[in-house]
T-cell receptor, first 118, second 115 residues
Framework: AQSVAQPEDQVNVAEGNPLTVKCTYS??????LFWYVQYPNRGLQFLLK??????LVKGSYGFEAEFNKSQTSFHLKKPSALVSDSALYFC????????????????FGSGTRLSIRP | GAVVSQHPSWVICKSGTSVKIECRSL??????MFWYRQFPKQSLMLMAT?????????EQGVEKDKFLINHASLTLSTLTVTSAHPEDSSFYIC???????????FGPGTRLTVL
């Protein structure tokens, strides 16, 4: 069965320091991987995605993520955190069956709350 | 571009009443729309997938007679919570996709509170 794991419920980082939010996945085949951010009482905002190609993906607001196939990981990173980055972050994987048809579904991780202190 | 809207953004209703939530793709045609619910401090749980003009496919454990989904056009899907009860109180989020494209766009969510 396909799954996504975010092992940390919360990550605390001082402003200006680098941040990492961890994500590992378990799917068959070659997945599509995503990161989304959610602010309180809001829907999800797309940050970045990995489909194919370069393992390092750059996204919105200075975030990037590295796809590591051998470790089945897709950790989210940012070199210098801002207080405004404080939010809930979700890693997600597109279920590769049935063959990325219109019916295939996105599976979300449990979420990681990122807190940036001034 | 690629904006998905939801209406209303929040709703409070009495137990036993029905509530309809609309999801619209504003600048693209969505062949597939998804409905999620999110409890406080939890992840998004997929409720159902709907394709325009056909019946929705519900996830295991989701009552199709309670959560009625209609996807009548390529830009509109509705979720009706019938005979709502306090345990239905949640944050409902819709999402839309064009065909089998990789990207999926999310609405801002609707906060439902059932008294």
């Amino acid at each position: 069965a396909q799954s996504v794991a975010q092992p940390e419920d919360q990550v605390n980082v001082a402003e200006g320091n680098p941040l990492t939010v961890k994500c590992t996945y378990s799917v068959s085949g070659n997945p599509y991987l995503f990161w989304y951010v959610q602010y309180p009482n809001r829907g999800l905002q797309f940050l970045l995605k990995y489909i194919t190609g370069d393992n390092l993906v750059k996204g919105s607001y200075g975030f990037e993520a590295e796809f590591n196939k051998s470790q089945t990981s897709f950790h989210l990173k940012k070199p210098s955190a801002l207080v405004s980055d404080s939010a809930l972050y979700f890693c997600a994987v597109r279920d590769p069956s049935p063959g990325y048809s219109s019916a295939s579904k996105i599976i979300f991780g449990s979420g990681t709350r990122l807190s940036i202190r001034p | 571009g690629a904006v998905v809207s939801q209406h209303p953004s929040w709703v409070i209703c009495k137990s036993g009443t029905s509530v309809k939530i609309e999801c619209r793709s504003l600048d693209f045609q969505a062949t597939t729309m998804f409905w999620y619910r999110q409890f406080p401090k939890q992840s998004l749980m997929l409720m159902a997938t709907s394709n325009e003009g056909s019946k929705a496919t519900y996830e295991q454990g989701v009552e199709k007679d309670k959560f009625l989904i209609n996807h009548a056009s390529l830009t509109l899907s509705t979720l009706t919570v019938t005979s709502a009860h306090p345990e239905d109180s949640s944050f409902y989020i819709c999402s839309a996709r064009v065909g089998s494209s990789a990207e999926q766009f999310f609405g801002p969510g609707t906060r439902l509170t059932v008294l």
